[in-house]
């Protein structure tokens, strides 16, 4: 059998295509490993009719209305490998057969590497986040840290201005605010250090105190750090697509890749998305042309 399409990736990028192909009665292989970005938090939010629900009931609910469509196949396994076939692509997973499809879409999101430093893997989705919009509300007006020494670190102090007022900035040993950010940061009364942060500490993922290189301590609740991001599509590398900035597929606005037949949705194209809504929004819409082209190769345009 050659399915329309394989889907690779059961975030809600893949979850949102397959319903929109299942639907217009394509049929399509879904493949999930099932470690999606979100897996460490408690409650997601911001998806408007499932604001707070956590990740695990929101995939619940997604996968059974996606798999009311017959059409619709569900392979709880991972992606090892893609190769070009005549007609299409042949995919291989850890387990099983090899699957044959006309047409991919990778969905695979991205996999987050935490910067090296104690406690923050036990703080990660209860008490420390990356994301304002996810989770700035639930710790708005508490005494926050910002841990980054990335450049975008300006930015987030300055957005989290607007959910609490009692910042502390650390750019954790680099250089990358400028004289004039750190004077704009601290007339507003937002505390900037350039010590390295060498531990959290609380109980049960919740933060209570900050350390520093030099040994000193400050009480914070809550905070924001900056994974890096690494594109989760290797599998898919023989296939010689172009990449994109983060070594990710680089994709057009209708997630076409530079190879045909090879699209990508949601954190695995090119522009990513980082909300949940985003990359559901990014997996219809792609769905759509997929549909449109495979119309286009059986109907004729
Ligand atoms: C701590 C934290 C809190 C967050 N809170 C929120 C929030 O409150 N609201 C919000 O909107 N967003 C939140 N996000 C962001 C959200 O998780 C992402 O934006 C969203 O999950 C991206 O969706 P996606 O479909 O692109 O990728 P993902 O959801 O990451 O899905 C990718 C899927 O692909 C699968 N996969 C990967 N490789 C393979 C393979 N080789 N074979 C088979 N399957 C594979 C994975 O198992 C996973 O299921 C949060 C993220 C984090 C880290």
């Known amino acids: 059998m050659i399915y329309d399409c394989a889907i690779i990736g059961g975030g809600p990028a893949g979850l949102n295509a397959a319903l929109v192909l299942g639907r217009a009665r394509r049929t399509v292989a879904l493949f999930d490993n099932n470690q999606p970005r979100n897996a460490v938090t408690h409650a997601s939010h911001g998806f408007l009719t499932q604001d707070g629900v956590t990740p695990a009931e929101f995939r619940r609910i997604a996968y059974e209305e996606v798999l009311r469509y017959p059409s ?23 387990t099983g057969e090899p699957v044959h499809a006309r047409k991919i879409l990778v969905t695979t999101g991205l996999q987050e590497i935490l910067p090296d430093i104690t406690g923050v893997t036990e703080m990660y989705g209860s008490s420390l986040f990356n994301c304002p919009y996810c989770d700035g ?17 300006y930015h987030l102090a300055k957005l989290l201005y607007g959910w609490s007022q009692d910042l ?6 680099s250089s990358t605010l400028t004289d004039e950010q750190k004077q704009q940061l601290t007339s507003r009364g937002i505390i900037v250090t350039e010590q390295k942060v060498v531990a959290f500490h609380g ?37 010689n697509y172009e990449k994109s900035e983060l070594g ?25 998305s980082s909300q949940l809504i985003m990359s559901a929004a990014a997996g219809s819409l792609i769905a759509v042309h997929i549909n449109m082209e495979l119309t286009e190769e059986t109907f004729g345009s």
Do not use: Y
Not at 211 to 227: C, H, K, L, V
Not at 248 to 272: D, K, M, V, Y
């Open 72 to 94: 619709v196949e569900h392979h709880g396994r991972k992606v090892s490998s893609v190769r070009r076939t005549a007609e299409g692509f042949e995919i291989t997973a850890n």
């Open 137 to 153: 509300w639930e710790l708005r007006d508490q005494p926050l840290i910002v841990v980054s020494d990335h450049e975008r670190i």
């Open 168 to 173: 502390v900035i650390c750019t954790h040993g």
């Open 203 to 239: 109980q049960n993922g919740k933060l209570e105190q900050v350390e520093f290189a030099d040994g000193s301590r400050i009480s914070r609740t809550g905070g924001f750090i900056t994974p890096a991001w690494v594109p989760q599509a290797g599998f898919c590398e023989e296939l």
């Open 248 to 272: 990710g597929i680089q994709t057009n606005e209708t997630g076409r890749s530079s190879i045909p037949g090879l699209f990508a949705a949601g954190e695995a194209a090119s522009g990513g």
